[in-house]
Structures are given as structure tokens and as C-alpha cells.
């Protein structure tokens, strides 16, 4: 299905909202909206300045804010660590999986674990913790379903989703609750924010819109797969990768699909949105850039394996890994190959002004310009 630039489409191309002083990438996907993007003028070559050996599977890329990386591991440990050395400020361990990224705001960081045996942890459920940034105080814990979305800090809000098909805004300063609303599957995606609006896919293959003040339905689209992807919100539609082998974007007014575009593979990763593109990879090995109006192929790139984890754009630059074990760092405008790193396999790079993190199978990297 072949969209259009008419219907529903704002043409004004938007920008990343700018994180709070002292935060450099606050929250999984850069923003509210999950642009995944940020305008720090990096580019390669680099170098390597430090690198931290998680020694567990790391999943999700951390939150950068204050002078610290926080960063959690499959297992369950969540780390501080100094962005100059790399070196340990302070850690806590909690009895279930690590599963997603935390969110910083006003010096409190926000992280959520989910029960599994995988990680060899015997507790079910899920819950959110809020840290105090500076040394790691617990501030307050809530107990939720099993939850493995990255939480989102909006207007005084933690919100999350969880395996029970539940939505939740808590309250950021002490974790009580301001509503809750029930979709029609598990949550398993992180949710995104444009104006008033919430946005969030369900295991059900439904994407929901719902009211930022009261959890209200305003509308929901049915009969699109699974949602694994966490969407992005901007020109004024919602864009989102299926199981069901495609990209949608949807009008986030009506939630009208306004084009889908076909991919070989599960779209397990969530879309980056820059330049007019939506860039996003495919298990079908290949990584797709995507006209945000039509949803037309701008370019297309054949990597060595299915990838699964979202993309980063620092600096007109799109990152991504495969479960090869390759990062490749593409231009965006064109596809065009700028580097590569024999390590990674998910979601692998965020970024401040002066390094890039790179997030490998086990280990994190710190690294500077040449």
C-alpha cells in the first residue's frame, strides 16, 4: 500500500526535543517521540577511548545523563558507570531480568525488570525502580505484570507497558498510581509521545492511541500482526514494524494506515525517523530506508544477518547491528558504508557531544573521533 504526502501528513520535519541540561540521551529512543535521534556532530572513523565487560548479554543501549552511563545487563545488574574512565560509580542488582533501557529526569533514573527463568532469576512479575542518579538510593519500587518496556518520563509520568496487556502512568515522585488502561495483548514495546498523545502496539496486532491526561482509548487499529517495535511519532503519523513482515505508518489523529510497506522478514525493530526517512531493519537481512510520505524504498542495504534491535542516527549517521555481530555505521542520506565493528547485535549506539557508546554482544564501548 503507496501513501501519500496529502493524507494526514504534517510537512514540517520534526525535531528531536532537546533533553534536559545535564542529560545527554535521556531516554530509550533519544525522546518522547522515539526519533531516535540525535544532532551531535559525530561521525566516523573513531577510536577506542574505554570499554566495560558487562559480563551478561547486553539487550538495551543505556541512558546517558550527568557525567554517568546507566546501564543494565540481561541478568539483572544495573550500573553507573563515569563516562570519562568507564570505571564503576555504583550498581544494584535486582531479582529478575534486565530487559530494557532505564530514563532519566530531573536527576532520578527510572528502569524496569521482568521475572524469568532466562536470566536464572526465580521471580515472576515486573516491577519499576527510581534511583537517585547520583548515588544510587532507591527512591521507590512498584510492583507491575511482567514488564520489559523502557519506561517514558512525561509531564511528572513514568509510563510503561506490561505482559498483562496494561498501560501505566505512575506517578515519577513516588510511584503511585494516576491511571492504568487495559489493551487487548501484552505490551512487549516501549511507548511514544506526540502533544497529548500516547502511542503503543500490542501482541494482539493492535497499535493504540490514548489520552496523555486520563489513559483514554481515542482510537485503535486491529488485525496488523504482532507489535514487538516501539513506534515513532512524527510528521504527524506513527510509524511501527510488525511481525507481520511490514512497516505501517498510521495517521495519528484517526489511526488510519496511511501506507505498509512490505519487508522478507519480521520487523522486530523499532524505526528511527531522520531526514525524511523512517530507517528501519528487517530479519530479512536487510536494513530500509523509507520515504516518511509514501513509504516508497529510498535505499535499501544488505547486511549479514537478520537484525532485530533499532537503529541510531548521530550526526546524519544511522547505526545498527545484526545477530551476526556486526555494527555497521551507514550514511543516512544514501546508504553509503562509513564503518563497521566486528561486535554488537541489537540496539547498538547512543551518544553526548563527545563520545559514542557502542553497545556490544557483552561490552560497552566508548569511542571518540579519530
Request: glycine share 12%; net charge positive; hydrophobic share 40%.
Amino acid at each position: 500500500m503507496r501513501g501519500s504526502t496529502v493524507t494526514q501528513f504534517t510537512l514540517t520535519a520534526p525535531a528531536s526535543t532537546p533533553p534536559a541540561p545535564g542529560a545527554a540521551w535521556p531516554t530509550y529512543g533519544y525522546d518522547g517521540a522515539r526519533l531516535r535521534t540525535a544532532a551531535e556532530p559525530l561521525r566516523p572513523p573513531f577510536r577506542r577511548v574505554w570499554t566495560f565487560h558487562g559480563r551478561a548479554l547486553l539487550e538495551f543501549p543505556p541512558a546517558v545523563a550527568y557525567g554517568r552511563v546507566f546501564l543494565p545487563t540481561f541478568d539483572g545488574r544495573f550500573y553507573a558507570l563515569d563516562t570519562a574512565t568507564g570505571h564503576v560509580v555504583w550498581r544494584r542488582r535486582a531479582g529478575r531480568c534486565g530487559w530494557a533501557s532505564p530514563a532519566v529526569a530531573a536527576r532520578v533514573v527510572y528502569i524496569t525488570f521482568i521475572g524469568s527463568r532466562e536470566c536464572h532469576h526465580p521471580r515472576r512479575g515486573g516491577e519499576v525502580d527510581a534511583f537517585a542518579a547520583a548515588n544510587g538510593a532507591l527512591r521507590w519500587r512498584r510492583e507491575l505484570g511482567p514488564v520489559e518496556s523502557s519506561p517514558l518520563v512525561e509531564k511528572g509520568a513514568v509510563l510503561v507497558g506490561d505482559w498483562n496487556g496494561d498501560v501505566w502512568s505512575l506517578d515519577a515522585r513516588d510511584g503511585r498510581t494516576r491511571w492504568r488502561t487495559h489493551l487487548d495483548g501484552a505490551v512487549k514495546g516501549s511507548l511514544a509521545v506526540s502533544g497529548r498523545r500516547i502511542f503503543i502496539g500490542t501482541y494482539a496486532g493492535s497499535v493504540y492511541a490514548l489520552a496523555g491526561n486520563t489513559g483514554a482509548v481515542l482510537w485503535r487499529s486491529t488485525g496488523h500482526g504482532r507489535f514487538y517495535s516501539s513506534p515513532a511519532a512524527a510528521y504527524g503519523r506513527v510509524f511501527i514494524g510488525s511481525l507481520d513482515d511490514g512497516v505501517y505508518a498510521f495517521g495519528q489523529a484517526t489511526g488510519d494506515v496511511l501506507w505498509e510497506r512490505p519487508t522478507g522478514g519480521y520487523v522486530y525493530a523499532s524505526p528511527a525517523v531522520a531526514r525524511g526517512l523512517v530507517l528501519v531493519g528487517s530479519y530479512d537481512h536487510r536494513f530500509y530506508a523509507l520515504d516518511v510520505g509514501t513509504g516508497a524504498v529510498r535505499w535499501r542495504f544488505d547486511a549479514n544477518g537478520a537484525i532485530s534491535g533499532a537503529a541510531s542516527v548521530v550526526g546524519g549517521v544511522v547505526y545498527f547491528s545484526t545477530f551476526a555481530e556486526r555494527t555497521y555505521a551507514l550514511r543516512a542520506a544514501d546508504g553509503h558504508v562509513l564503518q563497521t565493528w566486528p561486535d554488537g547485535k541489537y540496539s547498538p549506539v547512543v551518544a553526548d557531544r563527545e563520545q559514542l557508546y557502542l553497545v556490544g554482544l557483552g561490552r560497552l564501548y566508548a569511542l571518540r573521533e579519530r
